[in-house]
């Protein structure tokens, strides 16, 4: 399984950025992806998680009514993208955001949970 993340960059605060994660490799039937951030010198957290079939979203009180996520899936099931919108942006947002997978239906917000990973992409808010 491979995901691939991209969307990251330099943002003022108050503004907007969306993330993309590129998943492919594998079929899954059942799973749940997930987006984590990691600031510096500290543990990767939980940021917000949804199921394959987009039906269930879980998120972080840090950003709920700021953040969504959405998934994308295409009809081979083999390759699908899951998006981090992320609005009113604050400088305590910057951090490095990764894209998590894993199989089954449990939204876990603990990262060794997940054993699919993709590269992170370095988000900065500047006030």
């Known amino acids: 399984v491979q995901l691939q993340a991209s969307g990251g960059g330099l943002v003022q605060a108050g503004g907007s950025l969306k993330l993309s994660c590129a998943v492919s490799g594998r079929a899954f039937s059942n799973a749940v992806l997930a987006w984590f951030c990691q600031h510096p010198g500290k543990e990767r957290e939980f940021v917000a998680s949804?199921?394959?079939?987009?039906?269930?979203?879980?998120?972080?009180?840090s950003v709920k009514g700021r953040f969504t996520i959405s998934v994308d899936n295409v009809a081979d099931n083999a390759k699908n993208t899951v998006y981090l919108q992320m609005s009113s942006l604050k400088p305590e947002d910057t951090a490095a955001y990764f894209c998590?997978?894993?199989?089954?239906?449990?939204?876990?917000?603990?990262?060794?949970?997940?054993?699919?990973w993709g590269q992170g992409t370095q988000v900065t808010v500047s006030s």
């Open positions: 949804i199921d394959w079939s987009g039906r269930k979203r879980v998120s972080a009180d």
């Open positions: 998590a997978a894993r199989d089954g239906s449990v939204h876990y917000r603990e990262k060794i949970q997940y054993p699919y």
